[in-house]
């Protein structure tokens, strides 16, 4: 798969760190890692304003959608239309779906039906691959 935008790993480790990611920030974006539940930084966060992908700064979800899941990462029941691409994940020996960048390819985490209404669906998310904005 292909996506707009495209980077060298080399790139992608200079953007991240001119803007402070967290240290796990690369190898979750670009390798797919998932940060440890309950450590991500966004987890607890409840202030209104939008989430962006940390690695293109794509708008990917508002505040207003994320709810507290207690599964240990921040969660959320609908991205903005487009900003998120699905692919099906076969590793670990499960099947998931994984959610990426639409713009940048980014990992951000995966999506389970268990979500509340109205989508059903609960967008599990790396804090790593996001960052909040106060606006929205
Ligand atoms: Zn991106």
């Given at each position: ?19 402070g990611?967290e ?7 670009r ?8 450590t991500?930084?966004?987890e ?11 690695c ?16 240990g ?8 239309e487009g900003?998120?691409t699905?692919?099906?994940d ?7 779906v994984?959610t ?6 980014a ?12 989508s ?6 790396n ?5 909040h904005?106060p606006?929205?």
């Amino acid at each position: 798969m292909t996506f707009p935008i495209q980077k060298t790993d080399a790139e992608w480790r200079a953007i991240l760190a001119e803007k402070g990611a967290e240290p796990g920030a690369f190898d979750i974006t670009r390798r797919a890692h998932t940060e440890r539940p309950f450590t991500g930084k966004y987890e607890e966060v409840w202030a209104d304003g939008s989430y962006h992908c940390v690695c293109c700064g794509n708008h990917l979800f508002d505040a207003g959608t994320k709810f507290d899941s207690g599964c240990g990462w921040p969660s959320f029941w609908k991205p903005i239309e487009g900003a998120i691409t699905e692919i099906t994940d076969r590793s670990l020996g499960m099947t998931r779906v994984e959610t990426v960048c639409s713009q940048c390819g980014a990992h951000l985490g995966h999506v389970f039906e268990d979500g509340p209404t109205p989508s059903g669906l609960r967008y599990c998310m790396n804090s790593a691959s996001l960052e909040h904005d106060p606006k929205p």
